[in-house]
């Protein structure tokens, strides 16, 4: 699945545009590495977000393309430091 539509899936960001946005932007990263809108996302990958004044580190638990509401949060588990 490409980064944009996880994003959007996962709902960390509301919409698809606004997660191709950030990407283009240079504003989202896997495992390090900027990444571009049409990325692919597996299990086990680390996405972090930058926004303007801080920043969103999770590991991806399942990639699934279809997702209820409530079971969102289960696609991923948020890394602190």
């Excluded at 930058?50 to 948020?78: G, W």
């Amino acid at each position: 699945m490409r980064i944009d539509k996880f994003l959007k899936v996962s709902r960390i960001l509301k919409r698809r545009t606004v997660a191709q946005e950030a990407a283009k932007q240079g504003k989202v990263f896997i495992n390090g590495k900027e990444v571009k809108p049409a990325h692919q996302v597996k299990v086990g990958d680390v996405v972090e977000i930058q926004y303007a004044t801080d920043r969103l580190r999770f590991r991806i638990l399942n990639v699934l393309e279809v997702v209820k509401k409530n079971d969102a949060p289960s696609l991923y588990e948020i890394i602190t430091e």
